[in-house]
């Protein structure tokens, strides 16, 4: 059974995700969370390979 989404490795999603305005506030364990200040939005990316 296969997704309906692309698996994509997390340097690529947090590419995007700096272009759009995310910034890295804070990691705990294979998780970071990415924030973006103007929106307020907060995006949590594991790290896992």
Do not use: C, D
């Not at 997390?10 to 929106?39: D, L, V, W």
């Amino acid at each position: 059974m296969s997704s309906k989404y692309p698996v994509l490795p997390p340097n690529k999603i947090i590419k995007a995700m700096i272009n759009f305005g995310f910034e890295k506030y804070s990691q705990r364990g294979s998780h970071a969370k990415y924030i973006n200040f103007k929106t307020g939005k907060i995006f949590i990316i594991p790290m896992h390979s």
